[in-house]
């Protein structure tokens, strides 16, 4: 084929025209590993954009309780968060699903898309929805600030480990000016454990860079052969952070799929739902909330 003919050839365009959309995300995920782009609010401008949005369940009985701060995959809050929800408050918790989508529209004309390719609310962009919902939480009378645990379910667990990896830099969250205030003077004290769903920990993640420096027990819950986070990615993250002596808990899911405790699903999802490993997910959880209640 000639140089000329070849230019005139519609399937030559095309390639071109895909590696120039896919060189534009590409472009697009780095500027947002490094925070360009974003527009920060003070903490107290996001805790008021996020606050009106949460659902909050609490247990029977007088409190201060433990509590459960949920934050969802990138799709939003489905059906899921509901059910951690609940088995926490069955085991005496407080739960506090943290809604990042419905306050900046995010549910509207598919858009949550974008966030699912990291084009927009990236993990160290929603990392700053986790530090300042800890903030918040702190302040709830109904919530002990000793005992609170961040739940995240793949997106969601993307930016609380992100959170913890930005805080361990000494740099904030990227869609914040400064830390919240309690962050500031207390640091994560009272962050008693972490359970991550799932979670990516790929080359757009600032964990899989550099870890995280807290000594927050963490407990991971990963699928084999993930379809839409690659586990090994956190795994290699796991054994780094085992070396420096971080409390981490880890559980292999096999034969289920990412997303196997939500219903909701999207059309054309090839994801299932298996109460099954729900049921021994909900299990692993139970224990590992007791041992923090308890203080173990």
């Known amino acids: 084929m000639g140089a000329s003919r070849m230019w005139t050839n519609p399937l030559v365009w095309a390639?071109?025209?895909?590696?120039?959309?896919f060189g534009l995300v590409g472009c697009n995920v780095l500027a947002r590993y490094y925070g360009f782009g974003t527009a920060a609010l003070t903490p107290e401008q996001l805790s008021a954009k996020l606050?009106?949005?949460y659902r909050t369940y609490l247990p029977d009985g007088p409190g201060p309780f433990p509590a459960a701060l949920l934050f969802s995959g990138c799709d939003g809050p489905k059906d899921n968060m509901e059910r951690w929800a609940q088995s926490v408050v069955d085991q005496g918790w407080a739960a506090v699903i943290v809604d990042s989508?419905?306050?900046r529209g995010l549910n509207d004309a598919q858009l949550w898309r974008l966030v699912c390719i990291g084009q927009i609310l990236p993990g160290p962009e929603r990392a700053g929805d986790v530090a300042v919902a800890i903030e918040d939480a702190r302040a709830m009378e109904a919530v002990d600030p000793d005992r609170i645990v961040l739940i995240g379910a793949s997106h969601g667990g993307w930016s609380v480990l992100d959170m913890l990896s930005l805080h361990g830099q000494g740099a904030r969250p990227h869609n914040l000016t400064?830390?919240?205030?309690?962050?500031?003077?207390?640091g994560l004290e009272?962050?008693?454990?972490?359970?991550?769903?799932y979670p990516y920990c790929g080359v757009a993640s600032q964990v899989r860079s550099n870890g995280w420096k807290a000594d927050v027990p963490a407990?991971?819950?990963l699928v084999k052969d993930d379809t839409i986070v690659?586990?090994?990615s956190c795994i290699d993250v796991i054994e780094r952070m085992r070396a420096a002596g971080r409390p981490v808990e880890t559980h292999l899911f096999e034969g289920t799929t990412h997303g196997f405790d939500q219903a909701e699903k999207n059309a054309f999802s090839m994801l299932e739902?298996?109460?099954e490993a729900i049921e021994r997910a909900k299990e692993i959880t139970r224990r590992f909330l007791a041992d923090i209640a308890d203080g173990s």
Do not use: K, M, Y
């Not at 009272?190 to 769903?197: E, K, N």
């Open 101 to 103: 989508h419905g306050p």
């Open 230 to 232: 690659d586990e090994d």
């Open 190 to 197: 009272g962050i008693a454990g972490v359970i991550l769903l």
């Open 178 to 186: 400064r830390w919240p205030e309690s962050i500031r003077a207390r």
């Open 51 to 53: 606050r009106p949005s």
């Open 273 to 275: 739902f298996s109460p």
């Open 219 to 221: 407990l991971f819950l």
């Open 15 to 21: 390639v071109l025209a895909l590696l120039v959309v």
